[in-house]
């Protein structure tokens, strides 16, 4: 009996996407280059992008961080977070050297002058005609951050183009995420900014959509006629990872539930988009978001919950609760678990 074949759906994010292409060389200043994302999540991506999609020639990444580190010593950590996060194990040496060879470390406070002074003389050395500047700090640092690279000259290349990458959460309230708006576009234009939640690049949340839209299977049954009720849970067993001061800041709701948790109900919630294009998706988002019941102060009461983890054992380890993490106050309030309705 012939077998049958297999017909994927194409998934509408990548559409559009050339996989061939020429690729230019940039440089990618990472400021809190010593902090749990760099090392957790982007120094590893940016290894397996050398691996499986050679970098171009002359790629290189500036660490802009506060601790007394040089080259050496940052490239030796680079490594270990490498081997350690990596998807791609064990290092490949002849990759991992080339890739090592483009990472550069400077030593400076964010608030310093003197310390971009330092990185547009470090940029001219490299001599790039391309660069990205991505905020991998505590939110609070980004206002100063943004307003130094402009004093210095950064956030502008006569000769190329110029980004910045700013993490989430975006502002911890309304008027405090419009005025870092305001404040990141005195210094940037719009087409050089890009405020990213990094889950959107899950291929599982990719995939929402093509599971949704090119199923003849489910789509039909995907309405509250259908469905009675739905659970999203996002559940980690890690602690903060040092990460306190970032956390005693933000917490689960702004950590989590006000971007990725959101980013998740949006794609559950939307009706189908006209097109797949940027725009058309973004506006049944916001279509969904404009819905959403809004909680008052005995819903909040009545259909939330905030705690915190206290001390246990994860993966046959001993690990301490949140208030004996290191930087946490013995009496903060911060959450760390939260649920709503």
């Given at each position: 009996?012939p077998?049958?074949s297999?017909?994927?759906?194409?998934?509408?994010?990548?559409?559009g996407?050339?996989?061939?292409?020429?690729?230019e060389?940039?440089?990618?200043?990472?400021?809190g280059?010593t902090?749990?994302?760099?090392?957790?999540?982007?120094?590893?991506?940016?290894?397996?992008?050398?691996?499986?999609?050679?970098?171009?020639?002359?790629?290189?990444?500036?660490?802009?961080?506060?601790?007394?580190?040089?080259?050496?010593?940052?490239?030796?950590q680079?490594?270990?977070s490498?081997?350690?996060?990596?998807?791609?194990?064990?290092?490949?040496?002849?990759?991992?050297?080339?890739?090592?060879?483009?990472?550069?470390?400077l030593?400076s406070?964010?608030?310093?002058?003197?310390?971009?002074e330092?990185?547009?003389?470090?940029?001219?050395?490299?001599?790039?005609?391309?660069?990205?500047s991505?905020?991998?700090t505590p939110?609070?640092q980004y206002?100063?951050?943004?307003?130094?690279?402009?004093?210095?000259?950064?956030n502008?290349?006569?000769?190329?183009?110029?980004?910045?990458i700013?993490?989430?959460?975006?502002?911890?309230?309304?008027?405090?995420?419009?005025?870092?708006?305001?404040q990141?576009?005195?210094v940037?234009?719009?087409?050089?900014?890009?405020?990213?939640?990094?889950?959107?690049?899950?291929?599982?949340?990719?995939?929402?959509l093509?599971?949704?839209?090119?199923?003849?299977?489910?789509?039909?049954?995907?309405?509250?006629?259908?469905v009675?009720?739905?659970q999203?849970?996002?559940?980690?067993?890690?602690?903060?990872?040092?990460?306190?001061?970032?956390?005693?800041?933000?917490?689960?709701?702004?950590d989590?539930?006000?971007?990725?948790m959101?980013?998740?109900?949006?794609?559950?919630?939307?009706?189908?988009?006209v097109?797949?294009?940027?725009?058309?998706?973004r506006?049944?988002?916001?279509?969904?978001?404009?819905?959403?019941?809004?909680?008052?102060?005995?819903?909040?009461?009545?259909n939330?919950?905030r705690?915190?983890?206290?001390?246990g054992?994860v993966?046959g380890?001993?690990?301490?609760g949140?208030?004996?993490e290191?930087g946490?106050?013995?009496?903060s309030?911060?959450?760390?678990?939260?649920?709503?309705?």
């Amino acid at each position: 009996m012939p077998q049958r074949s297999v017909i994927e759906a194409p998934n509408p994010f990548r559409e559009g996407i050339r996989t061939k292409e020429s690729l230019e060389p940039c440089v990618m200043v990472i400021f809190g280059a010593t902090g749990d994302l760099t090392h957790r999540k982007l120094l590893p991506a940016l290894y397996n992008l050398a691996l499986e999609h050679p970098l171009p020639a002359g790629f290189s990444v500036v660490a802009f961080a506060r601790r007394p580190y040089d080259d050496k010593t940052f490239r030796e950590q680079a490594l270990e977070s490498i081997n350690e996060f990596s998807r791609q194990k064990p290092v490949n040496p002849q990759v991992w050297e080339s890739f090592a060879s483009g990472i550069y470390y400077l030593q400076s406070d964010f608030h310093n002058p003197a310390g971009y002074e330092k990185l547009s003389s470090l940029l001219s050395k490299l001599d790039q005609e391309r660069g990205t500047s991505y905020l991998s700090t505590p939110p609070s640092q980004y206002p100063e951050i943004i307003q130094h690279l402009g004093a210095a000259g950064l956030n502008r290349n006569r000769k190329g183009w110029t980004r910045i990458i700013i993490e989430k959460p975006f502002g911890h309230d309304l008027p405090s995420a419009r005025e870092l708006n305001r404040q990141v576009g005195k210094v940037f234009k719009e087409e050089q900014i890009y405020r990213i939640d990094h889950y959107l690049g899950k291929e599982t949340v990719q995939n929402i959509l093509v599971f949704r839209l090119a199923n003849g299977i489910f789509e039909p049954v995907w309405n509250r006629r259908y469905v009675d009720s739905v659970q999203i849970t996002v559940a980690e067993n890690l602690g903060i990872e040092g990460r306190s001061s970032y956390y005693e800041e933000s917490g689960a709701i702004r950590d989590m539930v006000q971007n990725h948790m959101l980013q998740l109900l949006t794609l559950v919630a939307m009706e189908p988009p006209v097109t797949f294009d940027a725009d058309a998706v973004r506006d049944e988002k916001v279509k969904v978001l404009h819905a959403l019941q809004h909680l008052s102060g005995r819903d909040v009461l009545t259909n939330t919950i905030r705690a915190q983890y206290g001390p246990g054992w994860v993966g046959g380890q001993e690990v301490p609760g949140y208030l004996q993490e290191p930087g946490v106050s013995s009496n903060s309030t911060t959450e760390t678990y939260v649920a709503m309705k």
